[in-house]
């Protein structure tokens, strides 16, 4: 176990978050616990500002970058040097507005990172060097989304900034990301912790995507503990907050702008005290709050990391993923700058679209970490696969309707097996091959029991193939304790972003799904232990579009995008 530490009631840190898993199902006669109204006089402020401290304007990149999006997979990209220039697209690529959306005089922005509810729980800070155009010391700044700008939170003198970025090669930074757990629970009551740790992963696999793209290496620091994160963001500065809702620290990660980076299994970096000179204040998202969930504040307690140990795991076992040539002039000709700042949630489905199901089993190879672990955005991933996806296929050209097993660990396979219902077929799916372990479980129309299971939502159904995600979940706990829930969620998000990326390439819209019946797709799938949950849904298709919304640039600086 990671965490010796017990609640208030006595309880390891294990049984915290599976009553809280538990509590936070929904079921068919009931759903999880949440207001039940839209609050809209207490609806949070989107945006994350620190009054009092300096704004550091970032450059916009021009538009038209010509970089094949399947390249930024291959690991080849000549890498850029590190500079403010570099640094804006790095932000721009993975945590920036990317439109705006509006009707009447209401208008909402979107995001490169996805969210639930379009509510972005997650902020985004680096800790760069003494650059130009920002400040002429190491810094750490928070990065203000809406105005594309860096806030300087604190300047480190030279001692303290050779503690925390000498130790890394020339060129380095770190990037981390934080939760507002109030901006999710306003509309989703106790279900919210879940549906941020879904948002944290999205956002990691943007940050790696967006390092892959300026040819940068990102690793992610999965062995450090909370207050370690929250020392280094600030997060743990309480005069700093005040009355301001507060982040959770989440993680970590150290960028390498040039090739060959080292292992950072056993690097910790130090807590940012003396030598740092903190500037302002966090803004008030909510003017009150109706309603507290002090179930949240429990599980977060619970999967606090409060020590440093490796999760990286072997990766004996499992297969080098065979790459797939992109097909159709649509995926070749796309560029990684178009898929990422174009990319957008479905709220709808047509019903009608149809996909091949060689792009079917592309986007699923994008999804399997490999043996080598260089596939990304898996090489920022240490620890083995423990999602494993249960595909709803409805609409895809070569492959019959059914239900289809993806298991992304091989070693796996006769455990998941062995806990399903008898009748599964696992039959190899046409076109697959031993790199892609996808296999036909069930044979028939499963449009219905998609969209039931997603409460009863008919943009599961109507999609081409809709995904539930599957968790390896007694064995993760077991194998890494409480704090591991959190690691959960976030490969369920890096999925899920890929497949936004991977539907957009293909010239099709996803969507994710926080609202399924969580045991009744365990019942479905035969289940009977509480071994494997449900994590995460998720639906590919043929986007209806909403015409009475106008799209906005995302800057004032941007020519309209669709």
């Known amino acids: 176990m990671l965490q010796d530490e017990r609640d208030s009631a006595g309880e390891p840190p294990e049984h915290t978050v599976i009553a809280y898993h538990e509590r936070t199902k929904h079921h068919f006669h009931r759903y999880a616990a949440s207001l039940g109204f839209m609050d809209w006089a207490t609806q949070p402020d989107p945006f994350r500002r620190f009054a009092g401290a300096d704004l550091f304007q970032l450059p916009m990149p021009e538009r038209g970058a010509p970089l094949p999006y399947d390249r930024v997979f291959s690991g080849n990209v000549p890498a850029v040097s590190l500079d403010v220039a570099a640094v804006s697209r790095f932000l721009r690529y993975s945590l920036s507005i990317t439109a705006w959306k509006a009707v009447g005089t209401n208008r909402w922005a979107l995001r490169a990172n996805p969210s639930s509810g379009n509510l972005h729980p997650t902020e985004g800070y680096v800790v760069l060097p003494a650059l130009d155009g920002l400040d002429s010391s190491t810094a750490v700044y928070h990065y203000a989304a809406k105005a594309h700008a860096l806030e300087c939170r604190a300047r480190l003198d030279t001692s303290t900034a050779d503690a925390l970025l000498g130790a890394l090669p020339p060129g380095s930074f770190l990037v981390g990301l934080s939760s507002i757990h109030w901006r999710e629970a306003w509309k989703y009551g106790e279900r919210a912790f879940r549906y941020c740790q879904h948002d944290v992963g999205h956002a990691l696999a943007g940050l790696r995507l967006a390092a892959a793209a300026l040819g940068w290496q990102l690793t992610l620091l999965a062995h450090l503990s909370s207050d370690r994160v929250a020392s280094v963001l600030g997060l743990d500065r309480h005069g700093d907050f005040g009355d301001a809702e507060r982040e959770e620290p989440e993680l970590l990660a150290v960028v390498t702008t040039r090739p060959g980076a080292p292992a950072f299994d056993a690097w910790t970096p130090p807590r940012l005290n003396d030598g740092v000179r903190w500037a302002g204040r966090a803004n008030l998202l909510s003017q009150s709050h109706r309603a507290d969930w002090p179930v949240i ?19 004996d076992g499992l297969a080098t993923v065979q790459s797939r040539q992109a097909q159709g002039e649509l995926l070749r000709a796309a560029t990684f700058e178009h898929v990422v700042l174009t990319r957008r949630s479905a709220v709808s489905m047509d019903g009608v679209t149809r996909m091949p199901a060689e792009t079917l089993l592309r986007t699923l190879t994008r999804l399997m970490p490999d043996a080598e672990g260089l596939a990304i955005p898996w090489d920022s991933v240490p620890w083995r696969p423990r999602i494993h996806l249960l595909l709803f296929v409805q609409r895809v050209d070569g492959l019959q309707p059914g239900l289809y097993m993806l ?51 008919a943009i599961a159904s109507d999609g081409a193939f809709s995904v539930g995600m599957l968790a390896d979940f007694t064995d993760s706990l077991a194998h890494h304790g409480a704090p591991f829930y959190r690691n959960l969620f976030w490969e369920c998000g890096t999925i899920g972003q890929m497949l936004y990326l991977e539907a957009e390439a293909a010239g099709l819209r996803g969507t ?51």
Do not use: K, N
Not at 515 to 521: A, E, G, R
Not at 531 to 538: I, N
């Open 512 to 562: 994710g799904i926080g609202c399924f019946f969580d045991d009744p797709v365990r019942d479905l799938c035969g289940f009977t232990s509480s071994d494997w949950q449900s994590l995460y849904h998720f639906t590919v298709g043929g986007a209806v579009e909403d015409t009475r919304l106008t799209t906005l640039p995302a800057y004032d600086t941007e020519a309209p995008s669709s």
């Open 407 to 457: 298991v992304r660990d091989a070693a796996r396979q006769d455990a998941l097996r062995q806990a399903m219902r008898d009748d599964c077929l696992w039959t190899p799916a046409p076109g697959a091959d031993a790199s892609l372990p996808l296999s036909l479980l069930l044979e028939g129309d499963c449009r219905s029991l998609a969209a039931q299971l997603s409460c009863g939502q």
């Open 297 to 315: 504040d429990a599980v977060a307690h619970a999967t606090t990391r409060v020590d440093a140990r490796a999760l990286r795991e072997s990766r």
